[in-house]
């Protein structure tokens, strides 16, 4: 079956446009994730989706990061007046169906965004 | 907070011989712990996991040890290929049944043929 998929797979944007990152999870699954890496860094964790339940926001960094999740599938990161320090690869993970917290993360290819 | 590092930011070993790669980890809470290999340009590829009741879990090739008393994670790869070449991180949970993960800054493993 399709892994996660995300689009797309690169960006690029001027200082202070918005910018819009979509992640389409495994099938069936019902938590997902988004991380931020860095250039030579790990996965910093970003913000968290579990089936109907409100999502865990804590890890974005400033109120210019949001993200949604629509019909408990797709969901679109969105940074709002980019700046430099967002240059990063963006990386979405699903798990899931049974909803615990050992569930395997799977990930995707991740977007790197580059703001200019 | 918690904080999870790497004893080596690099690692090279010849084609054949075994690897060995270090995370200690500061959270006594954690329960559950992954290791993951990222390829250039790839998202990360879940390789194991062990959960805090075990000290051992193996798979192919690959060897999980946890060591909770000094707090250190360990993943072995035996007879180590150039297909292996890769970013290793390693990842925690906070504990309680959460969700979030906190991963190390990983070990680049060169494999020399």
């Known amino acids: 079956g399709a892994g996660v998929s995300q689009s797309p797979s690169n960006k690029v944007t001027e200082k202070g446009k918005d910018v819009e990152l979509r992640c389409d999870p495994i099938?069936?699954?019902?938590?997902l994730y988004w991380y931020r890496q860095s250039l030579g860094q790990g996965l910093e964790f970003l913000i968290y989706f579990q089936g109907n339940s409100a999502p865990d926001k804590s890890g974005l960094p400033s109120d210019r990061f949001s993200a949604e999740r629509t019909g408990g599938s797709v969901s679109t990161l969105t940074i709002q007046r980019t700046q430099q320090e967002d240059s990063a690869v963006y990386l979405c993970?699903?798990?899931?169906?049974?909803?615990?917290?050992?569930?395997?993360?799977?990930f995707g290819p991740g977007t790197r965004l580059t703001v200019l | 907070g918690e904080s999870v590092g790497l004893h080596l930011p690099t690692l090279s070993v010849q084609e054949g011989d075994n690897s060995i790669i270090n995370c200690a980890y500061s959270?006594?809470?954690?329960?559950?712990f992954i290791w993951y290999k990222q390829e250039s340009g790839k998202g990360p590829q879940f390789i194991i996991d062990?959960?805090?009741?075990?000290d051992k879990r193996q798979g192919q090739r690959v060897t999980v040890l946890l060591n909770k008393t000094v707090k250190h994670l360990s993943l072995q790869i035996a007879a180590t290929q150039p297909g292996d070449s890769a970013v290793y991180f390693c990842a925690i949970t906070s504990g309680a049944g959460s969700y979030q993960l906190t991963f190390g800054k990983g070990t680049k493993l060169s494999v020399i043929p």
């Open positions: 099938s069936g699954h019902t938590a």
């Open positions: 959270n006594s809470a954690s329960d559950y």
């Open positions: 993970a699903s798990s899931g169906p049974a909803g615990a917290s050992t569930d395997t993360q799977y």
């Open positions: 062990i959960r805090s009741n075990m």
